[in-house]
């Protein structure tokens, strides 16, 4: 999840030096339109889809672990909050010994 944060942050940081020049060119009615459509496909459409991969890779963990059940599992960052390490399928890091109900 944070790497969704980290490359929106970047895609943010380059987008913008390149509209601030872009808009240079083109005429005042067109701005929005650019800026809307540059905004969507440059930073919100690839964090959308970035996150739809992030849930399909851990669906499993998410819905069918130990850890899922666990009240120290945070499913939107897929990470034990008590232990700070991120579940898997095949790995429980505590072993099921710190594990409470939700
Ligand atoms: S305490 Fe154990 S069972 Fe609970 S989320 Fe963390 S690793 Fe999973």
């Known amino acids: 999840m944070g790497s969704i944060i980290f490359w929106g942050i970047i895609r943010t940081a380059v987008l913008i030096p390149i509209l601030w020049l872009g808009v240079n060119y083109l005429e005042f009615q067109y701005w929005w339109l ?4 540059a905004v969507y496909g440059v930073i919100i459409h690839p964090a959308i889809i970035q996150y739809q991969r992030f849930i399909e890779q851990n669906k ?9 059940s666990c009240k120290y599992f945070e499913e939107t960052a897929v ?7 991120h579940p898997t399928r ?13």
């Open 90 to 102: 095949e790995t429980i890091p505590c072993d099921g010994i710190e594990w409470e109900p939700k």
């Open 60 to 68: 499993e963990v998410i819905l069918d672990t130990l850890c899922s």
């Open 79 to 85: 990470l034990c909050t008590k232990l700070d390490v």
């Open 34 to 37: 650019l800026i809307t459509m």
